[in-house]
């Protein structure tokens, strides 16, 4: 597990880094309030997707002021991983911008579905909440997402996000050993 580790850091820092980790702020002519409230998308092969601030009401209720991608059959997870699949399959950055708002509604969708986001305390008792979401393909292609939380005020570091990978996938490799990520060479530039 120790290997598994080092290579997870090392490859984690790695994508971070060259990921540039630009935030996705609700804009500033909004009529929405912007709440300190937070979603992160990170990947172990790609590293982090995006973040998001929430406004107010997709907070309280789940509501956004665009449509929230929906289909006959789909529950949360499988909305959420097509949206993963879609937003990775882009290798222009500036493509990627036109899905932001599509990830985020995907994601807040799945988030409001699991027991993390019902165990998070009141908004009105902590300075702020961080909502992530880590996703991996096993050896037989198959996705896994874990959600963690956090508390702050600031949005999380990149440090932060990989202590919180490594708590997550350990607690998922402990019940289900065969299922860890496979480790890809990184992309030349």
């Keep these: 597990m120790d290997d598994i580790k080092r290579q997870t850091q090392k490859r984690f820092e790695q994508l971070a880094n060259a990921a540039g980790w630009q935030a996705h702020l609700p804009p500033p002519e909004a009529a929405e309030t912007a709440v300190p409230v937070w979603l992160y998308s990170v990947s172990h092969d790609s590293g982090p997707r995006l973040f998001s601030q929430l406004y107010l009401s997709a907070y309280r209720d789940g509501k956004f002021p665009f449509e929230i991608?929906?289909?006959p059959g789909f529950e949360p997870w499988d909305i959420y991983a097509g949206?993963?699949?879609?937003?990775?399959?882009?290798?222009?950055?500036a493509s990627k911008i036109d899905l932001h708002q599509h990830m985020i509604a995907a994601q807040l969708l799945y988030a409001r579905s699991t027991r993390t986001w019902e165990a998070l305390p009141p908004l009105n008792s902590v300075p702020g909440l961080h909502f992530v979401v880590f996703d991996w393909l096993d050896k037989k292609g198959v996705r896994h997402m874990r959600p963690a939380a956090a508390t702050g005020v600031q949005p999380l570091s990149i440090e932060a996000l990989c202590e919180m990978f490594f708590l997550a996938l350990n607690l998922h490799l402990a019940r289900n050993p065969h299922e860890g990520p496979v480790f890809k060479e990184p992309a030349s530039a």
Excluded: V
């Design 69 to 71: 991608p929906k289909g």
């Design 83 to 93: 949206a993963i699949a879609e937003f990775d399959a882009i290798k222009d950055p």
